[in-house]
């Protein structure tokens, strides 16, 4: 029974267009986070939330808008699609605090072209 | 702003040979520190942390991973390397005392482990 699910696992699509992705916890934990690793495999914090409540929105273009319509669920959408938006987006979940490792899911690759 | 450094972009063992990874970090006050190995086309998995009392932390997989204050190292460590250990290695930081504070990792060390 998968920890940390996201759907779908590969996107590819035009620039311009949006899509979403879909992040599940079965875990309880109440904080859920988006990440996104570029080609250099990088790892930066995009979003946070902790029990449906953003907590945490680094530097990232408006066209991305996370959602939260329950603490075992965060999605990402993103509008209008650039190349630079190419990588893959993990969504992890947190629990026990500040001192609980995050579980992460198997990532979705996105690919613009 | 906290921050992680891991200085190797990769490093190369010989399995059964011995291996260190390196990681420095900085931040303001005490850390919790992580360590995360990730494999070809996988999320990222845990291996081991600190939060407080022993410096060496033992974790998953044979891992453990020596906490120095006075170097700010968390370095990860392994007696014995297996072929299966080539991956790629984050550690990451979280500060002490910073609520919903998220982990910062570290830009990553391949580790290849060659028969």
């Known amino acids: 029974d998968t920890a940390v699910s996201q759907t779908p696992k590969y996107l590819v699509t035009q620039m311009g267009n949006d899509k979403s992705i879909k992040c599940e916890q079965n875990?309880?934990?109440?904080?859920m986070y988006w990440y996104k690793q570029d080609s250099k495999k990088f790892l930066k914090i995009m979003f946070s939330?902790?029990?449906?409540?953003?907590?945490i929105n680094e530097t990232v273009p408006n066209r991305f808008s996370p959602k939260s319509p329950d603490k075992a669920h965060l999605n990402l959408h993103i509008n209008s699609l650039e190349l630079g938006d190419s990588a893959v987006y993990f969504c992890a979940s947190g629990g026990q605090g500040e001192t609980g490792e995050l579980f992460f899911g198997e990532g979705s690759r996105l690919t613009v072209l | 702003a906290q921050s992680v450094a891991q200085p190797e972009d990769q490093v190369n063992v010989a399995e059964g040979n011995p291996l260190t990874v390196k990681c420095t970090y900085s931040?303001?006050?005490?850390?919790?520190l992580f360590w995360y190995v990730q494999y070809p086309n996988r999320g990222l998995q845990f291996l081991l942390k600190?939060?407080?009392?022993?410096?060496l932390v033992k974790g998953s997989y044979g891992f453990e991973a020596e906490f120095n204050k006075s170097q700010t190292s968390f370095h990860l460590k392994k007696p014995s390397a297996l072929v299966s250990d080539s991956a790629l290695y984050f550690c990451a930081v979280r500060p002490i005392g910073r609520g919903y504070s998220t982990l910062t990792f570290g830009k990553g060390t391949m580790l290849l482990v060659s028969p």
């Open positions: 931040v303001s006050g005490n850390p919790y």
């Open positions: 600190y939060i407080t009392g022993d410096n």
């Open positions: 939330y902790n029990n449906k409540e953003l907590i």
């Open positions: 875990l309880g934990h109440d904080t």
